[in-house]
């Protein structure tokens, strides 16, 4: 049996980011189970009309923890199953996980089967929690590492094997052995959004407009680099002679938009603040007829931890500046909240207690806004990963 030459594997997680992305995932099963037991929990302890309504956030409790449960799991079966390619003189053997479906596939590619090679580029998530990193490093949540597709005949038909790499030095040992019997080999502008793919050519790689013939010698790199500033720029000169002035201008300004705090909130998040305001009358009212501790600190910090998730949930961009933006309104509405002028009322500690809980709630808030935007950026980064890209 013949030695493996070279051996590709899918990276694991580093330890100290899997632990950092499932105390994540933990802290927002938290927060499911809480909407879901705390509302019964407040019935209990303290039945009344109003605290019935606290019923309408179990719905949410439920809808947040399948979620984050399903997200989890996800990651899990993720960070287990990892693809792995191995080289030999004369094949290439693959087992291939495909995350959508949760299956592998197994195969053998003989290198004499194998008529053309391409040579791209494939978007990866969150690279930094897979590699070593500085301490000052920025951290990319996408960025663009080699991939190599095999284009090989099976069974007389054109098929492909996509190779992803995590650095260009892997992509030019494997092509120091497969390319050396002078194969035709590609350089292709398609940047695939998968690393899973197994399977007919697709029409985006073999009908690229911008393939260009290359000849490896011991560096792919030296003429994939200017071959894509070549491509660049070349789009770049068509999409401003193609855009007019006006929009030009318009682009820009909504650009210019996103980057501010106060129009990403939207219409729809402003509503938790009267929902909020309701909800510090009720906690002022329980104390005031004894069925609450003044002094408790558990329904305002519920409270505003409910309307916080919810609040960040629904805004139509996350900025950090939101942070102080909610507990500044959260500080005023509560200024307005009925009390008691005697200090010593038990309605006037339990909005003391809601002024003093909003003052200090940007701790509080860092936190949901952490956990949300994780969230966020994972359900984004899958949409925008299943919308376009290589079909798989």
Not at 149 to 157: D, E, P, R, W
Not at 188 to 214: K, M, N, Q
Request: charged fraction near 20%; aromatic fraction near 12%.
């Amino acid at each position: 049996m013949s030695e493996i030459l070279l051996e590709q594997k899918e990276r694991k997680m580093r330890p100290q980011w899997w632990v950092l992305t499932f105390s994540v995932y933990v802290i927002g099963l938290l927060i499911g189970a809480g909407l879901m037991i705390g509302p019964l929990f407040l019935v209990v302890m303290f039945p009344s009309i109003g605290i019935y309504l606290t019923l309408l956030a179990i719905p949410l409790g439920v809808y947040i923890f399948r979620k984050v449960l399903s997200a989890l799991q996800g990651r899990i079966w993720v960070n287990t199953h990892l693809s792995e390619y191995l080289l030999y003189d004369d094949r290439v053997e693959y087992t291939v996980w495909d995350p959508k479906v949760r299956e592998k596939k197994e195969g053998v590619v003989p290198l004499s089967a194998v008529t053309e090679l391409y040579y791209g580029m494939h978007v990866f998530h969150y690279n930094y929690t897979y590699r070593p990193t500085k301490l000052n490093e920025p951290l990319q949540q996408l960025e663009l590492l080699p991939m190599l597709y095999l284009v090989h005949n099976h069974q007389f038909q054109r098929q492909m094997l996509a190779i992803p790499f995590t650095n260009v030095v892997e992509a030019n040992r494997w092509l120091e052995i497969v390319a050396k019997e002078e194969k035709p080999l590609w350089l292709t502008s398609v940047t695939s959004l998968h690393d899973y793919y197994v399977g007919d050519v697709p029409e985006e790689l073999s009908g690229d407009i911008h393939l260009e013939r290359a000849r490896f010698d011991g560096n792919i790199d030296v003429a994939y680099r200017p071959y894509m500033a070549k491509i660049t720029q070349q789009q770049a000169e068509e999409a401003a002679k193609q855009r007019p002035p006006e929009e030009q201008r318009q682009r820009l300004k909504e650009e210019q938009k996103k980057r501010r705090a106060f129009p990403g909130i939207g219409r729809l998040a402003w509503l938790v603040f009267p929902l909020q305001y309701a909800g510090g009358l009720l906690v002022v009212r329980l104390a005031a007829e004894g069925k609450i501790n003044p002094e408790g600190l558990a329904l305002p910090l519920l409270l505003i931890g409910v309307c916080g998730l919810l609040f960040f949930l629904l805004v139509k961009w996350m900025k950090w500046p939101q942070i102080l933006i909610y507990a500044v309104v959260s500080l005023i509405s509560f200024l307005f909240v009925d009390t008691s002028e005697v200090e010593t009322d038990p309605s006037y500690v339990a909005s003391s207690m809601l002024l003093g809980i909003s003052v200090f709630s940007p701790l509080l808030l860092s936190v949901i806004y952490v956990i949300v935007r994780s969230i966020r950026s994972l359900r984004e980064g899958r949409k925008h990963a299943d919308d376009s890209g290589v079909p798989s």
